[in-house]
């Protein structure tokens, strides 16, 4: 039995219907009824596990779930060992660091030392200001991050950006880009290796739909 | 200008009616259709920032808010530095240690050493463990805990129980409780020291309707 872990939220409709290309329908997780967190799949092969975006790369770091699939901010966040397969394509949006549209700053360097950063991506954040030798208090929320520099608590955020149409709303603009991020296949290194070739053959008809959504797109 | 933080979810009603009683009206936070994130009172006196559970003492901790209402259970977890003013009776619930219902564990010391325990509050689980000597590996997960124990990743789970439902529902038993639960009030340590009488008339305010609805509960 492949357990698959999905996350909640906006990766999952793509999810679902790239493996289903691999023969695997985990449909039923789209159904707004269903209460169930565990899926079989009708053909008996596979099971999906319905999780929080954050808990994909545990549970696939575990081996609970063979194959996951995730944004490539929260795999950067968690760090855990799993391997990275594939870049699906969907799920696009950019983690950046964002200010007051009236602050005046133009770039994470015009940020005065030891300000204060709100975020809920507090690994990320910590990584891009080391890179930059920028020394800041970073602030760990776990949501509505726009808040920080609203209230003044802090100068700036990171965050991640899909339309923009947040920071808008609260007078914030982006100033730089840290990365972008876009769903991923991530794999259970073990199983990876100890695959009979079924893993092999999931991952390869999710490669060939991935490959054609790009070229359509 | 007063700022209040208020959690979204099951403690908001009951969080807006003690402020209600103190003359300040956050009502709006409770329409559906209300997407503010700060909202301020009619009064003019004060606004109420809409956050995470989690947050709530983050924005009393940087003094942004001076007054929060929050579990004990996410203060415990998070651990900042705020004053614990009232134990506000509502919002009741327990932090339980729940293993399979036939796993045959009777007490936390009943697990085996170094197995897996899931959940979403590790700060608390790791004193719990600590006090009772016994060495385990934490699993953070940030939902549905209750997939640890089913999917064979972890032996046990300390999560929030209300109605005990979710357990019931996924063939988990409660085994331990480690501390039980309520709103409390807390508040800005500074902005109390240097309070003119605005905060402590508030909390008195709350403090009379939290003595009236505990007598008439």
């Known amino acids: 039995m492949i357990t698959v872990a999905l996350a909640k939220g906006a990766l999952l409709k793509d999810s679902v219907s790239r493996f289903a290309n691999a023969g695997l329908d985990f449909s039923q997780v789209l159904d707004p009824s269903n209460r169930q967190l565990m899926v079989p799949s009708p053909c008996g092969r596979a099971r999906a596990l319905l999780v929080r975006n954050g808990d994909v790369p545990v549970y696939v770091a575990y081996g609970q779930a063979q194959l996951g699939i995730v944004g490539y901010d929260v795999l950067k966040e968690k760090n855990m060992p ?34 204060r950063v709100a975020s809920k991506f507090t690994n990320c954040a910590k990584t891009f200001f080391e890179e930059i030798d920028l020394p800041v208090e970073l602030v760990h929320l776990t949501g509505s991050v726009e808040l920080g520099p609203l209230t003044g608590m802090a100068e700036a955020i990171i965050d991640l950006v899909a339309t923009g149409r947040t920071l808008k709303e609260n007078g914030l603009i982006s100033i730089e880009e840290l990365f972008k991020s876009t769903a991923r296949l991530i794999g259970h290194p073990l199983s990876l290796r100890l695959d009979n070739g079924d893993l092999r053959s999931i991952v390869e008809s999710v490669q060939k739909q991935t490959v054609f959504s790009n070229s359509s797109a």
Do not use: E, I, R
Request: aromatic share 6%.
């Open 82 to 115: 799993v391997a990275t397969l594939l870049d699906l394509g969907f799920g696009g949006c950019h983690m950046n660091l964002a200010v007051k549209s009236n602050s005046g700053y133009k770039q994470a360097g015009d940020l005065p030392p030891h300000c």
